[in-house]
């Protein structure tokens, strides 16, 4: 607020003209005619250019690690990837097999040598879809809370709790779902999404495990939910309060104050907070691959079994049967990081444009 | 029409700072009073007062008796009915970046449901000529955000955003300390205009700013109301002694 602060004024007074109290007599009689002990060490160093130098080099190899270590990862996914590259080429991504034995349709079969992405690339864009469904209603919500609303006791623990979620190994996620989230999907979710949304085809009642999409989704929407919230609070925070101001002046209520003055102008960042919670979604691997239920299949039905990108790499890696096997998963983690790098890359980008200027006053 | 301002007894706070000490005085209708003092003084929290944004900080409150015409605005009104009837214009322009120079002003008849579009487009009109700004965006009205104007413009859209209401009082507060001369001897410019329709309160750090707008100039002094009488007399016969002070450039 403009007026609790006293705005600096300077008078006159403070212009005026230091005394001159160093004057030539007094300092004279201060030297000593003999170079002082400190000053003769000093003088007797070098110019200290080399050690300089060299630190300079070594801060300026810290910062070029980066590239190299981005460069190294690309270039190892694109030469260990070649054999799938060369055999299958673009239709990696979409091909579908039929077996000349059983005539039945497969994606993905390391034994007979088949191997396709399609239902990793579908599963990942579901649970993550999902995800994003139920994060960001939650996510805006918290952070208008947190920023405009919440009483400032609560402000801190909420913004600290919320940061800590971000913090919580993925497979204690995992392990939790696996405990408490699949079972009360099981039990109570999912007969009622069937009872009175199954006429959809979303929701059939094909798979008692209780994994499956949905469950995926649920679970990242819980561990992309802290991302999302504290970024959408940064931008929020960083739309100047003369904007707030200006709504409330018109006569807003403070809903209106929030929707006009605050998220209007903030919307940008808030997408890029999307954008990087979805990149969190897209790559997450290890409770993903708890509860999806790990099965190479495209269903239409969210409560089915299915897999992901990450989840099949981290699954079939360590036991891989075989040269193309090895090259197929690796060829699907080459996509997985072109795609996770755009995704975060257009995030950040987004979120800067919001939060360069500066920064609101807060109260 | 404006309507007058009648201020009873008026205290302010921000925490314990007690910045308003019973501030008693009659702003009238359809003329433009401007309001002097230090920085600091307390005149910013007493147009703030006027439609209750001081209260929108947490820590600050008000009390007294502050009436806009007829209704005793601390008694018988919310801070949201208040300020459909009180524009501001701030010290720093603050239109909407993301919205279009029509959209900046049709802002507060659009939040308050105001939907008739052949009226809308009419009253954008007169406010951008009010606020003279008309001949200079009429051709970008849709195209350009209200953020690519100059400075200057952005006030005056900002005053055409507070005259689209219709208000009974617009308040300004230094609504030209951030601008250059040639903008800010426009604004003076539109005050002069607009305070035969408008009652006009403006919080000036300029004297001569004061002089030339104001019929009446009250002079603010560490929370307290000095004197309040025609400009006139202020700047050539003031009674009291801090006030030929300040006016004088003695101090402040």
């Known amino acids: 607020m403009n007026a609790k602060v006293p705005d600096i004024h300077i008078s006159q007074a403070q212009f005026q003209p230091e005394p001159d109290s160093t004057s030539g007599q007094a300092l004279a009689e201060i030297a000593p005619a003999e170079p002082s002990a400190v000053r003769k060490y000093l003088l007797s160093l070098g110019s200290s250019a080399n050690t300089d130098r060299a630190f300079a080099w070594l801060m300026l190899l810290c910062g070029l690690s980066i590239f190299a270590i981005v460069a190294l990862i690309a270039f190892e996914l694109v030469v260990r990837s070649q054999l799938s590259l060369h055999k299958f080429g673009l239709g990696f991504f979409y091909q579908v097999f039929t077996d000349p034995d059983t005539h039945m349709q497969t994606f993905w079969d390391p034994v007979n040598s088949y191997f396709g992405a399609r239902p990793f690339i579908y599963g990942t864009l579901v649970s993550s879809f999902l995800a994003l469904l139920m994060a960001i209603p939650l996510a805006v919500g918290l952070a208008i809370f947190l920023t405009e609303m919440c009483p400032k006791a609560l402000r801190g623990p909420l913004a600290f709790i919320t940061e800590l979620l971000a913090a919580i190994p993925s497979v204690i996620y995992g392990l939790w779902a696996v405990f408490v989230l699949v079972p009360l999907l099981r039990e109570h979710v999912n007969p009622l999404l069937i009872k009175t949304l199954g006429w959809t085809g979303f929701f059939d009642d094909t798979n008692p495990t209780g994994l499956g999409y949905l469950s995926a989704g649920v679970i990242l929407a819980i561990m992309i939910l802290p991302i999302i919230s504290s970024l959408t609070r940064e931008v929020m925070t960083a739309v100047p309060h003369s904007q707030r101001e200006a709504v409330l002046a018109l006569g807003a209520t403070r809903w209106e104050m929030i929707r006009m003055g605050v998220l209007r102008n903030a919307r940008i960042g808030i997408v890029g907070a999307i954008i990087l919670g979805l990149g969190r979604a897209l790559g997450e691997t290890m409770a993903v691959a708890m509860v999806i239920g790990a099965t190479p299949e495209i269903h239409r039905s969210l409560l089915a079994n299915g897999s992901s990108m990450a989840t099949v790499i981290a699954n079939e890696y360590a036991e891989a049967i075989s040269d193309i096997h090895l090259s197929a998963l690796t060829e699907i983690g080459l996509a997985l990081f072109v795609v996770t790098i755009i995704v975060n890359a257009l995030a950040q980008v987004l979120i800067w444009a919001v939060t360069r200027g500066t920064p609101a006053q807060t109260r | ?252």
């Open chain 2, 1 to 252: 029409m404006g309507v007058g301002i009648e201020v009873i007894n008026l205290n302010a706070w921000y925490g314990t700072n007690h910045t308003l000490q019973d501030i008693n005085l009659n702003i009238p209708a359809n003329h433009a009073t401007a309001l002097i003092g230090p920085s600091g003084c307390g005149k910013s929290t007493f147009v703030r007062c006027i439609n209750r944004m001081h209260e929108t900080n947490p820590i600050a409150r008000a009390t007294g008796i502050v009436r806009i015409g007829d209704l005793d605005i601390y008694k018988d009104a919310k801070p949201v009915q208040i300020r459909r009837r009180v524009g501001m214009v701030f010290q720093r322009p603050n239109p909407f970046p993301t919205m279009s120079i029509y959209d900046n002003v049709a802002a507060g008849l659009k939040l308050n449901g105001y939907s008739n579009r052949r009226s809308l487009d009419e009253i954008v009109e007169r406010s951008l000529k009010n606020s003279a700004l008309w001949d200079e965006v009429k051709d970008d009205l849709k195209k350009k955000s209200g953020a690519s104007l100059s400075g200057g413009q952005q006030q005056r859209l900002c005053i055409a955003r507070a005259l689209a209401v219709d208000p009974e009082v617009l308040l300004m507060d230094e609504p030209a300390s951030a601008l250059d001369p040639v903008s800010t001897s426009k604004i003076e410019d539109l005050i002069f205009q607009l305070k035969s329709q408008y009652t006009i309160v403006i919080v000036t750090h300029n004297m001569q700013q004061a002089a030339r707008v104001a019929e009446k100039t009250g002079f603010f002094l560490n929370g307290r109301m000095v004197e309040f009488d025609s400009t006139h007399k202020i700047f050539t016969n003031p009674s009291d002694k801090r006030t030929e002070d300040y006016i004088t450039g003695r101090f402040g």
